[in-house]
């Protein structure tokens, strides 16, 4: 691959890399002076069209040939989703069973996988129809290429209100309504979910791939491996350089009683006097050199996809502990990653509850088991992922037991009411605990440290 933004390098950026990103609001690259626009009257910073397919064709492009492409993407997938997949909880049993149904219809491709999240990543953005059953309320997915959307439409021109998908070439010159929860009605509807991520500004309307800030560092990357391996080629082959003493006359005679410039055969003896000289050539690959470039170029590639380079290739000279270790600020980018799939996933499971409440497949409101009040049935789904790093559970349940006497201490004092101190106690089990708090939990009977810390561990997903 080549780079696919700045052909060029500089040293600050230049008008035409603005007008590539388009941080300069557009722009033409046949005139550098055109990077820019004045302030008054400007529109948008949108990633012009172009930016974007090369940006999605060269990640996918990566991932299917560039092996250091294939493990950032691995590495995200196999984390924030992994082989356990995700976990939908969910207190009422008829909700949980329109859940199940969705997600295991063999026509949903199990949803919300790693292949699902890989293609997000790869392409930034996932356009989803739902083909709603009328009578049933079941929803199947039909998945849109992001490549076929035209534009992106605005209630009120305001970016926060996304309105319609616009697809080219469609007979529909309205456009799909992204499906949004309904101030009336307080469901969701819509034709059309639409997942962009990864945007830079809140002005942005479309998603943008995951690796396109790194694709030219990993093409660079590649660049110095194969110059590697293609000076290390070249440097198997023997050269050798002959002397014979006297003209061109006796070159072309000891040539010619040689029978060729061929290299003697492995195994074989070469005869000459003392007026030939047989001296081989090698070559310096320069291996110290790329190795430690390809080092330089490897740290940048990690430190902008948010993962440890040890992780990636070079253990260096890490010990055990920072190589099987996550180290936290790499663990929160990875699980940022994580709860913005979950997001979208709570969302769309969600939206199926709701088209089972419009069929009259569910009531409008549900009973919570181990609670006197009724829900929306969609408010009872939620859906939590693998952990990201193995949690130690006797250390959650020493900092919740801690927390729990400061709470008390506070309404003791009059400095926290009861309601805030338990809502700040659920917060907190949700934060350490890493799972959803259910009705059922205030029940519990567990007044010593070992009891909540096995409480904890029995209710935390499976490691992946």
């Known amino acids: 691959m080549r780079n ?5 390098r500089a040293t600050e950026a230049s008008a035409t890399q603005v007008a590539a990103t388009g941080a300069g609001q557009w722009g033409d690259l046949a005139d550098d002076t055109k990077g820019f626009r004045g302030a008054i009257g400007a529109g948008p910073r949108a990633v012009p069209d172009w930016t974007l397919e090369r940006a999605r064709t060269f990640s996918v492009a990566g991932y299917r040939a560039n092996p250091m492409v294939k493990a950032i993407i691995d590495t995200y997938t196999s984390f924030c989703v992994g082989d356990s997949g995700l976990t939908v909880q969910c207190t009422v049993p008829d909700v949980h069973a329109v859940v199940d149904k969705f997600r295991t219809d063999r026509r949903n491709r199990d949803v919300g996988g790693d292949i699902w999240l890989r293609d997000h990543m790869l392409m930034g953005e996932t356009v989803l129809e739902p083909m709603v059953g009328p009578m049933s309320g079941r929803v199947r997915l039909s998945i849109i290429a992001p490549e076929r959307i035209a534009g992106v439409s605005l209630v009120g021109g305001n970016p926060l209100w996304l309105d ?8 529909n010159a309205e456009g799909l309504a992204i499906i949004d929860v309904d101030d009336m009605t307080g469901r969701r509807t819509g034709d059309i979910e639409f997942w962009a991520s990864w945007q830079a500004l809140l002005t942005d309307t479309r998603g943008y791939p995951f690796l396109a800030p790194i694709l030219d560092w990993l093409d660079a990357y590649d660049q110095v491996i194969w110059n590697l391996i293609d000076r290390t080629a070249l440097a198997r082959h023997l050269v050798f350089d002959v002397t014979v003493d006297g ?19 492995s ?17 310096d690959v320069g291996s110290f050199e790329d190795t430690n470039t390809g080092k330089t170029i490897l740290t940048n590639i990690a430190g902008g996809a948010g993962l440890a380079k040890t992780w990636l290739a070079d253990a260096e000279d890490a010990n055990r502990a920072t190589s099987l270790t996550m180290a936290e600020p790499v663990r929160r980018r990875v699980g940022g990653v994580q709860n913005v799939w979950l997001a979208y996933q709570q969302e769309l499971l969600r939206f199926v509850v709701d088209k ?19 829900l929306d049935p969609a408010e009872t789904v939620s859906i939590t992922g693998p952990e990201i790093a193995a949690a130690d559970a006797q250390v959650t349940a020493e900092v919740l037991a801690n927390l729990a006497q400061g709470l008390t201490g506070l309404v003791a004092a009059n400095l926290m009411t009861p309601e805030a101190a338990r809502v700040a106690s659920k917060k907190a089990w949700e934060d350490y605990a890493g799972i959803p708090y259910e009705p059922q939990l205030d029940q519990a009977d567990g007044s010593r440290v070992d009891d909540v810390a096995g409480e904890v561990a029995r209710n935390q997903p499976p490691t992946p």
């Open 356 to 374: 089972a409440v419009e069929a009259r497949t569910l009531p409008e409101l549900v009973d919570v088991p181990g609670s006197q009040e009724k």
């Open 247 to 265: 003209d061109q006359t006796a070159v072309d005679a000891f040539v010619a009683a040689r029978g060729g410039r061929h290299a003697p055969k």
């Open 4 to 8: 696919f933004l700045f052909p060029v």
């Open 267 to 283: 195994g074989s003896v070469e005869v000459h006097n003392n007026s030939v000289t047989w001296a081989t050539k090698t070559a």
């Open 164 to 171: 319609r998908i616009h697809l080219a070439g469609a007979d």
